[in-house]
């Protein structure tokens, strides 16, 4: 394939909204891709292909017309191009290792780039002659978000982040270069470098902390002391290095602006754009930086919800003011693209609107505006500032001139979206894209312009151009494929769309000759479409994988035809689900002309399923699974393997030559050929089958030809990084190539194209002619059908799909087809009717598939519509059935009726509703199981570490007659390493106590402090104070209860980190101590509380007893334990605490009924003959042992003569007998009461018993309780003391890392020094070597002034004096201007600030221009010979160049002195950073020392000793002293003696002002009363006197006068009720008459509206006729008239106010002679 020819680019179209730049002065360039786009502002187009390795960042440099851009692979070069030749100026090399991120040029000769990862660093190039000058490492933490060159200063940089702001500062000695940072500072205060500066938050109300108060944390080391500790926060975390330089930046919380863009000011200031819509302004010389605008927040934002619901309601005056516009502000995205100009500075972004805003005043204000409707991303001003390109990311490019909102023009409009695919329209004119969002695009062949585009306005996933009509088919979404007819291509229509199937259309493919197109579903299925116009597109018949397993995902569609017209397709399909793997079946058929004519017999049935036999259809496995497939003649084809990417050759194998078992067979490859170097891609034949292509996500293209596979051209027109190439199609004579990729390009490559000068190899051209011959023959053979189609074409109609695909909204949606079968079906029913189904009718939106079934359907029921009624008949007979035996069954007794489910015919219904009924039992079975198990882990976890390991279970002891409660103290078991522990401090204690001992033995001086000679806890009388806090010896209250030891240390010896901490071991040892003492004492009382409530059981037993005898109604007193004091009951669940019914498994019921069986069993046996009881019921009564209360129970039996006889006809005997039954029942009655009054006596002791001992129990209870309050006060003591101890070891820690810290930055500092001390010793150096050079320069300048008279003594004296002026002459300097040129006329803000390159450009011209006008001959004197002049001109040509180059060197050198300097500033300023920081490290040492020595002593002092106020939690004791009680007394006592006199004078005073006040009490009340009086008197005065008042005067029965009057008053009420009932009729039926008035009044009015039309219609033709007439008439009379008009007016006007004013004297009277009323005259007094 290589000896045909170059296969070269011949154009590219695609724009993301990267950057767009311009390179000349109406030239703009921007990435396209693998290439450079320049786009002229006339529309003429160029592209360059970049010969590099991938294609990085990009930049343009307008004034030297170049532009840089950066390779993307490893170590990257950047290539410097010169427009428009493209000539390669340079090749920057060494500046990354793996990419560049950034390119940007300054105004002269620098260009400088940021590398990526790993380096992130800014190096500065001179980009004429290819040199690396700096570089300077950036944080790697936040990528920078924008950088630039300050156009009128090259030496300046600024650089932004998310969180940072950073201008750089380039500093030049001789050929060293250096980038020096400097921080922008907000605020008041100038920070280093190095110190991290935050950015101002979002929200201008936020009120942030000072910046310094970030660096001066202090921690004092209790509230007890004045005395702190300086630490900051990363010494509190623990935290050295780098990550200590963070913590400030992962702590704050706070939203802060976001810097994304950046523009320079002639003067130098910065105005810098940030992504919420901020603006910061940087003062270029300060560095001081402050936010000038920001945006409204969101609920002040006109047309947000928040405004409109806000919680304070607006005025009346408020809500008729307009709202502002949004445009008028700058919002969030509204700056991310900012640009200067002489106007103001221009913003856009993400709002699609271009603003310009003046910040000349102190406001910001939006002075133009234009909006452009799309989101801008890229913006830059043209070299004359002229016009202003706008780049967006919707594709579009719009050119505006600044001043003129209506100047908006679209220069270059390729829309937004990824490519789905390219075809090619016949006549090898036009190519046709789409796009992702229906976006369908022509595009010209040989220029690449943009013809037409289309929107369909749904998703589209596949395109397909006819080779036979202008027509190009789209596959959508929703399953339809749209046609759309292209023979105008400049006005494409929509003629025809057909839903096929259900879900998206990926696959569309044409038969080669176009009369069949080919599309796959997502179920397998291929469908086979007429591609003809004049069958207007009709789907034609479809098939599927006939293997179950091979369905799957279709990855490819290919075709073949060969010469009987025979087409064969191939699909492969994916069924592993994963899309990577690529095909692994493949299935084959043929289409041939004989079983397209007669398709029902090759269909299965109406659906037009082919059958395989028909269509000899094949289904295989292949070996190795593979991307593509394109087949070719000699059933050849060939896909791309996914295992090593290689390109596979197969040959498709026959029906009659496969196996019966095709699930072991596989398809092998025949052979492999070089593929591509990533996995994926696609497989492609050109028109004419010779050249195959094959491209992938590596971004390449490989074309080779059938014959020769293993010789190949490649080219690339994509990246691999974003996808590779998406799809690619050949020209229809296969000299052109496209191709779409993920990046939004398309490109064209052309055989040998015309422009580049290359020819086709001898080999070539005839391959190239070949192709060219076989597109001829393929359309001469077409011509005369596509003659036909495209007639018919042209007649077809346009289509619209609003009516089927986007129902309306608004309407009801109609019933579904199956809820109206139901409706039907149980009406039939209702009326015992058979019901019949109604023919199927196919939806609107139904698919082609869908109808043919439906069509299937209808064929069925015509030929089964005889037993289909049978049928029918039948079942309505068993409902009938059915029925009646239901209406049987209900007449039945309840115990013979049938369930309802039990007439349920549907035997296999029933089952599978048991069956679900089943599976959701077990399913929500298995849901409980779950929480269950769940729970039961949870209660085990917690049971395990509440319960289990606890050595002391926690419980408690409640009071039988109070609230009282005491609890134990729960302990664990003892690690094994804290018993070590334990053992290991006290041996070691041991040890120190012994060594002491033996010091004291040997008399050795020890060094004691006054408060170690008192002793801790002792007075200055030297008694023994108990304390808690101290040392827990035997005699303070810790030892008291069972914590004391001999072992601990003094609080004034705990100097040291081991003894803290072996206090600390020893502390807790006691508080384990100590609760284990109590413990013991709360088990005692638990026992005690035990064997109480044991007691009370016994007695309560013989109380019961006495109750039930005396049959008392008393309550028995039964305490308990409760939960609180066996805690255990907690763990088990009793039978009565579940309240709901326990479920039992079958098992468990059957051993349960046979438990209940077997126990009735028993009791019957035991009901049986019982020879026992028997014997003791016969012998003994039934019992063994005979009670008195037993006997007493018992009556004397009653004589039955004494029922029988009347007392009368007694005997004496029987009256004896009498008589002894009377005393028997009267001593009987005596011994009962006595028994009673004894077993009473016995209740009340018992019950008195059972009260004291509660009593008992509560009194030593409370006295726990009283202990336990102790115990706990001793223990937290303890604690507290460990707290403060862990408290002061944590100080320590952060002592050491802040100390770890300072050594570390000493020794960075030491390190800066170092580097620093040589730059200072390199530069002093360097900058002597250069003065010498200048020196020497310097001399070399004079002796040539000096040898001047030498060099031209062969003239006379008057001649040389004359030559020596000449010689001194020079031109003047150039003075560059704002008006010089056309600079005044130019909206370039940078105008009058050049760039210095320009400037010493123009410099030098200007200074050769004028030396050779010096040069001239009409300038020599007269007398001087040419030669004599020449020599001059020479000589003075030479001392002007010297005296330029010592300029120059001169300039030089005091930029390398001031580079010294400012190093020996730099290496001064590390020197004193590092004496800082040692001063902080003395410092640090120093506050250790003092925190180690200066010890805090905690005290246990009795209520009354604290003198202190109370803070809002603990007393604060910084500003307190500890002093002698004697003092405070003799105090106390001065200060009561003083009291008492103070108040003796005050109860002295108070009586004295008592009286006063008495006084003048009494005498306001006289004044008051005064008043009163007064008042009284007037309102006597004053009281009119009405006729009420006169009448209830005179009346002598007022009364009955009133209630009279009452009487007449409801008369009359009555009669105006019913008068009025009758009005109010009148006037409704009023009503009536006048609504039917009106309504006829309407009528009329409608009339007369339209005879008024008419009317008006005359009226302004006669107007227009006397307007018209106007001038020719005399208009005397109209003035005349008019002035009668008006003073008739305004007689009226006059009339109606007379008459007003005559109504209101008439008023006026009216009220005068109403009045009637007397008036008392005031007393005057």
Same mark, same amino acid.
């Given at each position: ?191 280093? !470098? ?27 080391? #209790?509230?007890?002391?004045? !005395? ?24 704050? @919380? #706070? ?247 259900? $879900? ?44 179950? %397993? ?26 592993? $689900? ?129 014959? @020769? ?166 079942? /309505? ?22 369930? /309802? ?12 509703? &048991? ?135 003094? @609080? ?38 035990? @064997? ?69 069993? /028993?009791?019957?046996?035991? *009901? ?12 003994? $009564? ?266 120059? /060197? ?38 250790? #020392? ?96 009405? *006729?009420?008042? &006169? ?8 009364? $009955? ?91 009226? %006007? ?32």
């Amino acid at each position: 394939m290589d000896q045909i020819g170059n296969l070269e680019l011949s154009w590219a179209q695609g724009y993301s909204g990267g950057k767009a730049n311009y390179i000349d002065k109406d030239v703009i360039c921007y990435l396209c891709g693998h290439n450079i786009k320049f786009v002229a502002e006339d529309g003429a187009e160029t592209v360059f292909n970049f010969p590099g390795e991938g294609v990085g960042p990009f930049a343009a440099h307008s004034l030297s017309r170049c532009f840089a851009v950066a390779e993307q692979c490893l170590n990257p070069k950047i290539y410097v191009f010169v427009y428009p030749t493209f000539r390669k100026l340079s090749i920057l090399e060494n500046g990354a290792k793996l990419e560049y991120s950034q390119l940007f040029f300054s105004s002269s000769d620098f260009l400088c780039s940021l590398s990526g990862i790993p380096e992130f660093e800014l190096t500065l190039w001179n980009f004429q002659n290819g040199s690396k000058l700096c570089t300077f490492a950036l944080s790697r933490e936040n990528i920078p978000t924008s950088l630039s060159f300050n156009p009128g200063n090259w030496r300046q940089l600024c650089v932004t982040t998310e969180k940072t702001i950073s201008m750089l500062t380039i500093e030049q000695s001789d050929k060293y270069y250096v980038m020096q940072p400097s921080v922008v500072q907000f605020g008041k205060f100038n920070w280093p !470098y190095n110190r991290r500066v935050r950015l101002p938050p979002t929200d201008p109300d936020i009120e942030e902390e000072d910046e310094r108060d970030r660096e001066i944390p202090t921690r004092a080391s #209790t509230r007890m002391t004045r !005395y702190t500790v300086d630490v900051p926060k990363a010494a509190k975390a623990g935290l050295v290095g780098e990550m200590a330089e963070q913590l400030d930046d992962i702590q704050d @919380q #706070t939203d802060r602006v976001k810097p994304v863009s950046q523009i320079w000011t002639p003067i130098g200031d910065l105005y810098i754009g940030c992504k919420g819509g901020q603006l910061i302004k940087v003062d270029g010389e300060t560095h001081k930086a402050q936010v000038i605008y920001y945006p409204p927040k969101v609920p002040d934002t006109p047309g947000s919800r928040m405004s409109s619901a806000g919680i304070q309601r607006e005025s009346m005056v408020d809500m008729k003011q307009p709202v502002e516009d949004v445009s008028d502000m700058l919002l969030e995205g509204s700056v991310n693209c900012i640009g200067l100009h002489k106007r103001g500075l221009y913003c856009a972004g993400t709002d699609g609107t271009v603003r310009l805003v003046d910040v000349k005043s102190s406001d910001v204000n939006i002075i133009e505006k234009c909006h452009i409707g799309v989101p801008v991303t890229s913006m830059a001003f043209s070299p004359s500032y002229r016009h202003l390109v706008l780049g967006s990311s919707h594709g579009t490019l719009h050119l505006y001139e600044p001043g003129a909102p209506d100047s908006l023009k679209l220069l270059k409009d390729l829309h937004h979206g990824l490519f789905v695919g390219i075809s090619c329209l016949p006549g090898n004119e036009h190519c046709v894209t789409a796009r992702e969002g229906g976006e369908l695009q022509v595009w010209s062949i040989d220029k690449g312009h943009l013809v037409s585009s289309y929107n369909v306005g749904v998703p589209v996933f596949s395109i397909a151009c006819s080779p036979m009509l202008h027509v190009c088919a789209l596959g959508t979404a929703g399953g339809f494929i749209y046609y759309l007819d292209l023979t105008n291509v400049e006005e494409p229509r929509l003629i025809q769309g057909v839903k096929v199937y259900e $879900g998206p259309v990926m696959q569309l493919v044409y038969q080669d000759e176009g009369r069949y197109l080919l599309s796959a579903s997502e179920e397998g299925h291929i469908f086979i479409i007429d591609g003809r116009a004049t069958e207007n597109f009709k789907p034609l018949a479809h098939t599927e994988t006939c293997m179950e %397993d091979a369905k799957g995902e279709i990855q490819a569609v290919t075709t073949y035809t060969d010469a009987k017209n025979t087409m064969s397709v191939v699909v492969t399909h994916n069924t592993s $689900g994963n899309k990577r793997m690529g095909a692994n079946c493949l299935t084959t058929f043929e289409v041939s002309d004989d079983v397209m004519r007669d398709l029902r017999y090759n269909c299965n049935s109406l659906k037009y399923d082919f059958k395989d036999k028909s269509i000899k259809k094949v289904s295989v496995k292949l070996a190795v699974p593979s991307y593509g497939a394109a087949i070719s003649e000699g059933n050849t084809m060939f896909t791309m393997a996914q295992n090593n990417k290689a390109v596979q050759q197969h040959t498709l194998p026959r029906l009659e030559e496969l196996p019966k078992d095709l699930r072991k067979f596989r398809l092998e490859p025949v052979s492999e050929f070089q593929g591509h170097q990533l996995p994926g891609g696609r497989v492609l034949l050109s028109p004419h089958h010779k050249w195959l292509a094959t491209y992938g996500a590596d971004g390449s293209v490989l074309l080779r030809t059938i014959g @020769q596979m293993d010789k190949t051209v490649c080219i690339t027109p994509h990246d691999y990084r974003i996808g590779g190439v998406k799809c690619m199609a050949f020209g229809e004579d296969s000299q052109n190539i496209f191709t779409t990729g993920y990046d939004g390009v398309l490109t064209c490559y052309s055989w040998n194209p015309p422009l580049t000068g290359r020819s086709y190899t001898p080999t070539g051209s005839g391959k190239a002619k070949s192709a060219i011959e076989a597109a001829r023959a393929k359309k001469s053979r077409l011509m005369t059908s596509q003659k036909e189609e495209n007639e018919h074409l042209a007649n077809m109609a346009d289509w619209t799909p609003e009516d089927i695909m986007r129902p309306s909204s608004d309407k009801i949606p109609p019933m579904s087809r199956e809820e109206k079968e139901k409706v039907k079906r149980d009406e039939a029913l209702e009326r015992d009717e058979i019901y019949k189904t109604p023919t199927p009718v196919p939806e609107p939106d139904a698919t082609w598939l869908q109808v043919q079934e439906l069509e299937s359907f209808k064929e069925e029921d015509k030929q089964y519509a005889d037993v289909k009624k049978n049928l029918r008949v039948s079942i /309505r007979d068993m409902r009938r059935t059915l029925q009646s035996m239901l209406k049987n069954n209900e007449t039945l007794p309840e115990i013979e009726q049938l369930n /309802r489910h039990e007439f349920d015919l549907d035997i296999e219904e029933q089952l599978r509703l &048991q069956a679900e009924a089943d599976q959701e039992v077990e399913r929500v079975r298995e849901e409980i199981e779950f929480e269950n198990l769940a729970k039961m882990y949870l209660r085990e976890m917690i049971k395990r570490e509440c319960w289990d390991d606890m050595v002391v279970k926690g419980r408690a002891v409640q009071a039988f007659n109070s609230n009282l409660e005491v609890s134990n103290f729960p302990m664990r078991e003892r690690l094994p390493e804290t018993v070590k522990l334990i053992e290991k401090v006290t041996k070691r204690r041991q040890v120190e106590i012994a060594e002491a001992k033996a010091l004291d033995d040997r008399h050795i001086p020890m060094p004691k402090r006054k408060d170690d000679e008192l002793g801790e806890g002792e007075d200055d009388e030297g008694r023994e104070q108990p304390s808690t806090t101290g040392s827990l010896v035997a005699d303070t209250i810790g030892a008291q209860y069972g914590g004391g030891s001999e072992l601990f240390y003094s @609080q004034f010896e705990l100097h040291s980190r081991e003894q803290k901490i072996n206090q600390i071991v020893l502390l807790e040892d006691a508080i384990y101590r100590i609760k284990q003492v109590f413990n013991k004492d709360f088990d005692e009382l638990f026992i005690k509380k035990e @064997q109480e409530i044991g007691k009370i059981k016994e007695k309560n037993k013989r109380i019961r007893k006495i109750i039930a005898d005396l049959d008392l109604a008393e309550e028995v007193i039964e305490p308990s334990m409760g939960v609180a004091e066996k805690p255990e009951t907690l763990l088990t669940v009793e039978d009565d605490e579940v309240k709901v019914e326990r479920y039992y498994t079958p098992e468990q019921r059957k051993a349960i009924e046979k438990k209940e069986k077997e126990e009735e069993e /028993r009791r019957a046996r035991e *009901r049986g003959d019982n020879q026992r009881e028997r014997a003791l019921n016969q012998m003994m $009564g039934g019992v063994l042992e005979i009670k008195k209360e037993d006997e007493l129970k018992k009556d004397v039996p009653k004589p039955a003569f004494m029922t029988q006889k009347d007392e009368n006809d007694w005997s004496e005997e029987e009256q004896k007998l009498a008589k002894d039954y009377e005393k028997k029942v009267k001593d009987l009655q005596e011994e009962r009461e006595k028994y009673r009054k004894q077993l009473e006596t016995e209740l009340r002791k018992n019950q008195s018993l059972i009260q004291e001992g509660m009593a008992g129990f509560d009194e030593m209870l409370n006295t726990v309780f009283m202990k336990k309050i102790k115990v706990m006060m001793v223990i937290y003591q303890e604690e507290l003391k460990i707290l403060r101890l862990r408290y002061s070891l944590l100080v320590e820690e952060e002592l050491e890392t802040r100390e770890s810290e300072l050594n570390r930055l000493v020794e960075h500092k030491k390190h800066l020094k170092t580097l620093a001390t040589q730059a200072v010793m390199e530069t002093r150096k360097n900058v002597d070597n250069y003065r010498e050079q200048y020196d020497i320069l310097l001399a070399e300048d004079k002796v040539m002034d000096k040898a001047f008279k030498r060099e031209f003594n062969d003239v006379s004296a008057v001649q040389q004096d004359q030559l020596y002026r000449l010689f001194k002459r020079r031109p003047r300097a150039l003075k560059i201007t704002r008006g010089e040129g056309d600079n005044i006329t130019l909206p370039n803000p940078f105008a009058d600030r050049p760039s210095t390159a320009r400037q010493n450009a123009q410099s030098k011209a200007y200074m050769d221009q004028a030396m050779d006008d010096l040069d001239k001959q009409s300038n020599c004197p007269e007398g001087v010979e040419p030669q004599v002049w020449e020599r001059l001109c020479m000589y003075r040509r030479q001392k002007v160049e010297n005296e330029n180059l010592l300029k120059l /060197r001169a300039h030089i050198l005091a930029e390398m002195q001031q580079f010294q300097q400012k190093r020996q500033e730099e290496d001064d300023q590390l020197k004193n950073d590092i004496d800082s920081i040692g001063e902080q490290l003395n410092k640090l040492r120093d506050d250790r #020392t003092r925190f180690n020595l200066n010890l805090e002593v905690q005290l246990l002092l009795k209520q009354g000793q604290v003198e202190v106020d109370a803070g809002s939690f603990i007393h604060d004791y910084k500003d307190s002293a500890l002093i002698h009680r004697n003092v405070v007394e003799d105090l106390n006592g001065t200060i009561k003696q003083l009291g008492e006199s103070k108040i003796a004078s005050m109860v002295e005073s108070k009586d004295f002002r008592k009286g006063i006040i008495q006084l003048e009490w009494e005498h306001k009340k006289m004044l008051m009363v005064i008043e009163d009086l007064q008042n009284k008197m007037k309102d006597v005065q004053f009281m009119k006197v009405t *006729r009420e008042i &006169q009448l209830f005067l005179n009346s002598p029965d007022y009364e $009955g006068r009133k209630s009279e009057e009452v009487g007449k008053l409801e008369l009359t009420i009555l009669q105006q009720k019913r008068i009025h009932e009758k009005t109010l009729d009148d006037k409704n039926k009023s009503l009536r008459d006048l609504e039917r008035t009106i309504k006829q009044k309407e009528n009329d009015n409608e009339q007369l509206l339209k005879e008024l039309e008419d009317l008006n219609v005359s009226v302004h033709e006669r107007r227009h006729i006397e307007q018209v007439n106007a001038d020719r008439r005399s208009d005397a009379g109209s003035e005349k008239r008019y002035q009668e008009i008006v003073q008739r007016r305004k007689l009226v %006007d006059l009339a109606k106010a007379q008459a007003q004013e005559v109504a209101v004297l008439r008023a006026e009277v009216e009220r005068l002679r109403m009045r009637t009323f007397p008036a008392l005259v005031q007393v005057e007094h």
